[in-house]
């Protein structure tokens, strides 16, 4: 039981961390909760996967937990103020090679959605939006899924402004790297210590550090002496590229009025690519590429694990030709050879928190007391943004339901990850451009 004057260190300002912030002070105003990142809120370039220009915001899940949380985030996006700036409904198009659709469409009728939500012929579909999509790939596609309530978030966007919100509401922010967690013998959690040495100390500590978090862990697993701290499988970090395309008056005429589109496959067969419709402001169209990778290196004296560049920004606008070329391939994947000329002129890998069934990890540490995990966005993380605190709280105080303590619980039953077509599986180091040496 939470008496509401405990005090709450969130590692990570995320959507995870900032959403847990934002329920936390308005359930418990007298508690003490701080946000701590190594980017401030309002900086030009963060690394957390939440801040991008935009992100997909829908609720077609074949998973009925997934499409009943989507359903009540989306309600929110929709009516709340706070909100509803930053939600597009442009509607969306799902090429399926697979019974994905049917899967969609059962759960929106057992949750007595009444969206105008249907599974369309290729035919069909190379007709709808002015054609633009009649010369996507549609290889082995069994059927098209039309849901016209889907749309975008203005991902960075929202993030500044939930988290300025949640600064009104109490919340502190404290700008610093952590170093590690503050671990005793007995495996109790007492706070965080920053890369610049400074103690933080709460009741309760929680990481939502996005694809830092198997990193964080290792260290503090190290720093502790208690190995049972580190993430081991539970927990990859995982890059994807994303590219960005300035359209021009024509294209822009053309394009402005596409929905989200979505080239589905088979999880044997990969990764689903998306294509997202032009920014309002800037014009700029986004895809993300096919190709999902670990970046495993030696995080300490023989510990290795996928973590990304040891850079402060990760890396992240460094992206090699071979992965820039995933771009050009979804882009030809969705339109063909019409836009084959378009430039890309932005790149970015996008890392975030993987788990073999994409299933959230919000959940108390079974090592550590005090200490309690809110990640494992797992690609598809930022559409929860409205609610997910809200789960995250009822964890805290014991609330959870059954059914999602079980599945997002750090220690759990995990398949294989071989049926989950998002996994990271290919290596960073494999996809690096080729550095020509002098011959001698
Ligand atoms: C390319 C790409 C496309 C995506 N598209 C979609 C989409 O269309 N729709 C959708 O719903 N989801 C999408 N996602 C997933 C979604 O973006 C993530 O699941 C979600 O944003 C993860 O949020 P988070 O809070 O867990 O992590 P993050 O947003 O990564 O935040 C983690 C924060 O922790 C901080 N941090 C880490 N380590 C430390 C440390 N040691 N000290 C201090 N601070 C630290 C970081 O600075 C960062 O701000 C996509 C992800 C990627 C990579």
Redesign the pocket.
């Given at each position: 039981m939470l008496t509401g004057k405990e005090s709450y260190i969130i590692?990570?300002?995320?959507?995870?961390?900032?959403s847990t912030a934002y329920y936390l002070i308005q359930k418990y105003p007298n508690a003490s909760v701080t946000l701590?990142?190594?980017?401030a809120y309002d900086a030009d370039s963060?690394?957390?996967?939440?801040?991008?220009w935009?992100?997909?915001?829908?609720a077609d899940y074949e998973d009925i937990v997934y499409c009943e949380l989507a359903l009540e985030a989306q309600d929110i996006f929709k009516s709340d103020p706070l909100w509803k700036p930053f939600f597009h409904e442009t509607g969306l198009i799902w090429t399926c090679r697979d019974d994905y659709a049917r899967g969609v469409i059962d759960n929106y009728k057992r949750l007595g959605r009444k969206a105008d939500i249907k599974a369309v012929s290729i035919e069909e579909a190379k007709k709808l939006y002015g054609g633009l999509l009649k010369d996507a790939d549609y290889t082995g596609v069994k059927e098209v899924l039309i849901n016209p309530t889907g749309g975008?978030?203005a991902?960075g966007d929202s993030l500044r402004a939930i988290t300025r919100k949640v600064l009104e509401l109490g919340v502190k922010y404290e700008v610093?790297?952590?170093?590690t967690l503050l671990l005793n013998k007995n495996g109790y959690c007492s706070g965080i210590k920053?890369t610049k040495g400074k103690v933080l100390q709460a009741t309760h500590t929680i990481i939502?550090?996005?694809?830092?978090?198997p990193?964080?862990l290792e260290y503090s697993a190290v720093n502790s002496g208690l190995p049972n701290v580190a993430a081991g499988f539970r927990l990859v970090a995982g890059?994807?590229?994303?590219g960005m395309t300035k359209l021009d008056d024509e294209s822009h005429a053309r394009f402005s009025s596409m929905p989200v589109a979505f080239q589905g496959y088979r999880p044997d067969q990969g990764p689903f690519l998306?294509s997202?419709p032009p920014t309002p402001d800037e014009r700029e169209m986004k895809w993300?590429g096919q190709t999902i990778f670990k970046n495993t290196r030696e995080v300490l004296p023989g510990h290795f694990i996928s973590s990304p560049p040891p850079k402060p920004d990760y890396a992240q606008w460094e992206v090699s030709k071979r992965l820039k070329e995933d771009i050009t391939h979804a882009n030809k994947m969705f339109y063909g050879k019409d836009t084959a000329h378009w430039k890309m002129e932005k790149h970015r890998i996008?890392?975030?928190?993987f788990t073999s069934t994409t299933d959230f990890i919000i959940s108390p540490h079974s090592a550590a007391k005090g200490l309690y995990l809110?990640?494992?966005?797992?690609?598809?993380?930022?559409?929860?943004f409205p609610v997910i605190g809200k789960y995250v709280v009822q964890m805290l105080e014991g609330k959870l339901s059954p059914e999602l303590t079980e599945k997002w619980a750090w220690d759990r039953y995990r398949p294989d990850p071989s049926l989950n077509g998002e996994y990271p599986r290919a290596e960073m180091k494999d996809l690096i451009d080729p550095v020509r040496t002098s011959k001698l």
């Open positions: 590692v990570g300002a995320g959507v995870f961390g900032v701590v990142d190594r980017d963060r690394v957390a996967a939440s801040w991008d935009n992100k997909v915001v829908r975008w978030g991902a610093a790297e952590v170093a920053t939502a550090a996005g694809a830092f978090t990193t964080l890059g994807i590229t994303t998306g997202l993300w996008c890392w975030d928190a809110a990640t494992g966005g797992s690609f598809h993380g930022y559409k929860f």
